[in-house]
Every structure is written in C-alpha cells, then in structure tokens.
C-alpha cells in the first residue's frame, strides 16, 4: 500500500543536541512538507519542498534544517539552535499540479519529540 | 497572507445533538478548501475538499458546504466515534496549505 512513513513514532533529545526525524513517501508525490504542531497552535509550517534538491522555508524555520536528495524522502534535523524543540512534528507529501489546483495532503502519523 | 479563522475551539455535544462547525477565511483567490479530521497523537487524515462557492460534499454524518467567505462542516446525529479534531485549511495557488488552529469535538453518550 502507497503510503508516508514517519520514524521514530516517539523521539527524546538532550539538551545541546541534533536529532533527525525521517519522513518516506511512496505514493511518488512531488512535494512534501513539514509541520510543528503544539497544543492551541494548529498547524505551523516549517520547511516544504517542491522538487527535488529544492527546498524552502516555511514560517518556523529557524533552529531546523531539511534535505531533499531523493524525491521520496525529506528528512528533517531539529538542531541545538532550536531553543524549545518539543512538540508533535507531522510530515505530508502531495502531489504537484504545476498551478492546476491542488487535491490536498496526505499526511503521515508523526514523531512526538520530547526534551529531556 | 491567507488567514483561516475556526470556531468554536471546542465543542461538546450530545450523541445524536447535530451542530456545525465554522471555518472563515481570507485569501486572495481560493482555490481549494480542505478539511481533515485528526485523532489524539495521529496524523490528519482527509474529508473533503470544496473548490467553489455553493459547493456541497457529504460523507456518513459529515456535510460540507462553501461560501465565498467560510466553510461550515455540518455534523448530524454525532456518536462518539465522531470525537477529533477537525482541521480547515485553504490553498490560494503559490504556497502550501495553511491552516486553521482546529475545533476539538466531543461527542458524549
């Protein structure tokens, strides 16, 4: 079955250090995205892709950092810089319509990353 | 810059007490809406998407509907597997889809 696949479902970091979330899609999408949601907040866009070896930031970029080196996964690393890292991160992929219209996301279970 | 306003926060209904739920926004020319439903600690997973106004989409107890102005997510004689949060969130053309912060539906027996 196509799907997208987050790992690990549960992540804990220490103080000072870099950890990397995976995100791998199957359904051959173009774009994929990542999103930080904390309680009260809703969705917040961190980085987004459109192709591969492109990517851009989103709203919340600071303290994150994100490859696009093969068009099925989009790995994003939550650096030291990031001062308040925890939170549920969700990954989505969509397809690329080339600006005739969009059919939405196809989101993947998350990563629940906790400062220890 | 796109906004997406949902309302009520929350919302806490009786099984088989039918209500809506509201999703305004601004954008400068829609063109997609979405709403998700999301479970505690999944990810969203899709229900409908409206492209224009006077659109209408339905699916078991769930009924969207479009104006030029917001989205209403109708919900007739819940259960309480109908409790999530629900998630709107629009495409104007040149960005990704932003989202509304959410309504949190319970459905009590």
């Known amino acids: 079955d196509g799907g997208i696949t987050q790992s690990p479902k549960y992540l804990f970091r220490k103080e000072g250090q870099n950890v990397t979330l995976s995100c791998e899609q199957n359904?051959?999408?173009?774009?994929m995205y990542w999103y930080r949601q904390d309680p009260g907040q809703g969705l917040r866009l961190i980085y987004y892709?459109?192709?591969?070896?492109?990517?851009q930031k989103g709203d919340i970029a600071e303290g994150y950092s994100v490859s696009r080196e093969k068009k099925e996964s989009f790995p994003l690393t939550v650096t030291s810089a990031q001062k308040n890292p925890t939170a549920f991160y969700l990954c989505?992929?969509?397809?690329?319509?080339?600006?005739?219209?969009?059919?939405?996301?196809?989101f993947g279970s998350g990563t629940r990353l906790t400062v220890v | 810059e796109d906004q997406v306003t949902q309302s009520p926060e929350a919302l806490r209904l009786q099984e088989g007490e039918s209500s809506s739920l509201n999703c305004s926004y601004t954008?400068?020319?829609?063109?997609?809406l979405f709403w998700y439903r999301q479970d505690p600690g999944k990810g969203p997973e899709f229900l409908f998407t409206?492209?224009?106004a006077g659109e209408e989409k339905e699916k078991e107890r769930l009924k969207a509907t479009l104006t030029k102005k917001e989205s209403f997510l109708h919900i007739t004689a819940p259960k309480p597997e109908d409790s999530a949060t629900y998630l709107c969130?629009?495409?104007?053309?040149?960005?990704?889809?932003?989202f509304g912060k959410g309504t949190r539906l319970s459905v009590i027996a």
């Open positions: 409206l492209y224009s």
């Open positions: 892709s459109q192709i591969v070896n492109d990517f």
């Open positions: 954008v400068s020319g829609l063109r997609g």
């Open positions: 989505a992929s969509s397809i690329d319509r080339r600006g005739r219209g969009h059919v939405g996301y196809t």
């Open positions: 969130a629009v495409f104007s053309g040149n960005t990704p889809l932003v």
């Open positions: 359904l051959n999408h173009d774009a």
